[in-house]
């Protein structure tokens, strides 16, 4: 166990959070999510470094331009000429900033007098303007995690960027249907000093967040970014963590990654090591190489790093080397990765291969090279890169922008962007913030209304959280009032999670088939016991009406009684031939159901009655 405090560990926390508008921030597309095959055009563009207003080309804009990568588009029937970037944004989604301020009073912020528009410099193509517009809406609050205060500095209303569908090393495919979607950005200050109470202050903004039922929820609508840094180290910046189960992890895995490169330099400086400032091209080594990478490259390149040896290979995260973050360079400028002397031979490179790549470079055996195969101009832009980033082995931990991988690793994704990133968007007008918009109402908070809960339907603890934290809530406490608590919860979370988990797509379960399958139960014309069945019904057929629920439920109960007598008349006969006895019953048992019930259904049922008749 780590003592943070004494390593200076900071973090601090930024969440995007989809708001759950009508219609997108500067135009009045819906904010729904499409199937990428359903796109009915498309259209790519070429990234170009502008220069921003200050002046200056920002560091991680360079990189990216360096990447020379295509980027290409889909657009939908549902999308229009805004996102493309063909038209000018329409005016500040009144609704979306409503929402903002809501949220900047849950979070006790103080709010701006007027909300400006700005435009922040996006490189990666998820924005086809090149930029994201974002406005600063309220600062300085505070919210209390665990009897501990921790300060909210900045919530800014900004627009999503477009959904990434596929990378193919020098294209992109990117989805228009998410770009444009209102998203409130929360930035705590760097008051969290460990990884839990990263975990936990997440969770509670989380909360307050869904509080005021005015949010998108599921996979994708919320995302967090975490910059960590520990005395010494520096700050990096982790984007897109997608579920909090991880976050503490992350921050683990951050700490013991800069303490792993601390100390990786102080070995380094002890060895007197140093980088040769050049890329030395060693194709003609490799010209009867069995490595299936080199042999069909264009070409094949190497840096020496002097002094490095064995440290290349050294684990820094779990399962990830100081080597692995030099492939991940190689990854983002559209390579597939880069060999290193410290796990070489290997992967069908040879020892005299090695030994000749190192007489060429002139590299000893306390040394490292590092070879890259590919398209030529990609190969020594990338060994230029990885020239920089391992000089910087020898200063300490770089400061850099890094992304989030499923175990709570981390990968290299760009150095973290410059102060020029942002400039005045002058095509949106300004909003001046009235007395009239600030008089918000305060709901309930989600913790509140599950300790209410508690109390006032004797739930447990967790399935009045549950309920309380459920987009349905409103529908329980109706409910509760006429049937017990208990039915309403079943009927709108635990029989959904067991059809899930039975592989039944409940995503079509909407209020108006929930609200139908509690009034059956409260008009007692299906019985608390027949909710299941009924949900099943609806997620078949998500128009079906009161009655045909309660004929479908009838005839599943008169076909159990049909099938138990019928096999308890065909003892003998299910005796004699076993499991051969299904098929004329399942004959006798259609001509009584056909039209009424599945097939399948009978069969699955009738199949059971035998095996159990079989085995008493
Ligand atoms: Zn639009």
Do not use: W
């Amino acid at each position: 166990m780590q003592d943070y405090s004494s390593l200076g560990l900071r973090v601090g926390i930024e969440i995007h959070q989809q708001l759950d508008t009508r219609h997108k921030l500067f135009c009045y597309c819906p904010t729904i999510q499409r199937d990428a095959e359903e796109s009915n055009f498309e259209f790519f563009r070429y990234l170009r470094s502008k220069r921003s207003e200050m002046g200056e080309v920002d560091r991680a804009a360079k990189e990216e331009v360096a990447r020379s990568k295509k980027f290409i588009y889909k657009a939908y029937d549902t999308t229009c000429l805004v996102e493309a970037d063909e038209e000018p944004p329409r005016e500040v989604n009144r609704e979306a900033l409503q929402i903002t301020i809501l949220i900047a009073k849950m979070l006790n912020m103080e709010v701006v007098d007027e909300v400006h528009m700005m435009r922040k410099i996006v490189i990666d193509g998820s924005n086809t303007t090149g930029f994201q517009r974002t406005a600063l809406v309220a600062f300085d609050g505070h919210i209390d995690c665990n009897g501990k205060r921790i300060g909210i500095a900045t919530l800014c209303l900004e627009e999503e960027a477009c959904r990434k569908i596929e990378d193919r090393g020098d294209e992109v495919v990117y989805s228009l249907d998410r770009l444009g979607i209102p998203l409130a950005e929360i930035g705590t200050m760097p008051d969290i000093t460990s990884p839990k109470e990263a975990k936990d202050v997440a969770a509670k903004l989380g909360m307050i967040l869904r509080s005021t039922g005015r949010v998108k929820r599921g996979l994708g609508t919320i995302r967090q970014d975490v910059n960590i840094s520990i005395r010494d180290g520096a700050r990096v910046e982790i984007k897109g963590v997608q579920t909090l189960d991880i976050l503490d992890k992350i921050v683990e895995y951050e700490v013991l990654r800069q303490l792993s490169l601390l100390k990786i330099k102080d070995e380094l400086k002890k060895r007197g090591a140093s980088v040769v400032n050049k890329v030395f091209d060693v194709t003609d080594v490799f010209a009867n190489t069995k490595s299936k990478v080199i042999k069909r490259a264009e070409c094949v390149k190497a840096i020496m790093l002097k002094g490095f040896a064995g440290l290349v290979g050294k684990e820094i995260q779990p399962g990830r080397r100081l080597g692995t973050e030099f492939a991940d360079i190689a990854k983002t400028f559209g390579l597939g990765g880069i060999f290193h002397t410290d796990e070489l031979p290997a992967y069908g490179v040879s020892k005299e291969e090695v030994e000749a790549l190192r007489a060429r470079v002139g590299a000893g055996n306390r040394d490292a090279v590092i070879v890259a195969a590919g398209k030529a101009t990609r190969v020594e832009n990338t060994l230029i890169r990885i020239v920089e980033r391992a000089e910087y082995c020898l200063a300490g931990v770089p400061e850099e922008t890094r992304k989030a991988n499923e175990d709570g690793t981390t990968s290299y994704l760009r150095p973290l962007p410059g102060a020029a990133r942002m400039y005045p968007e002058t095509d949106v007008p300004a909003v001046k913030i009235t007395p009239e918009m600030l008089k918000v109402e305060i709901p309930e908070l989600i913790e509140e209304r599950a300790r209410r809960y508690t109390k006032t339907y004797s739930l447990s603890h967790d399935l009045a959280y549950v309920m309380a934290d459920s987009a349905f809530y409103h529908l329980f406490e109706e409910f509760a009032e006429k049937i017990p608590a208990t039915t309403v919860a079943r009927v709108l979370h635990t029989a959904p999670a067991e059809l899930r988990r039975d592989g039944i797509n409940t995503d079509v379960l909407e209020e108006e088939q929930f609200r139908m399958v509690l009034e059956l139960i409260e008009e007692g014309r299906i019985a608390k016991e027949g909710a299941d069945e009924a949900l099943k019904i609806l997620c078949e057929n998500p128009r079906a009406t009161k009655d045909e629920i309660v004929d479908r439920i009838g005839s599943a109960s008169d076909l159990d009684s049909f099938i138990a007598k019928l096999v308890e008349e065909k003892k003998d006969f299910i005796a004699e031939k076993g499991a051969n006895a299904f098929k004329p019953l399942m004959g006798l048992v259609m001509k009584e159901f056909r039209g009424k019930v599945d097939g399948k259904v009978v069969a699955e049922k009738l199949n059971r009655a035998i095996k159990s008749m079989l085995q008493a």
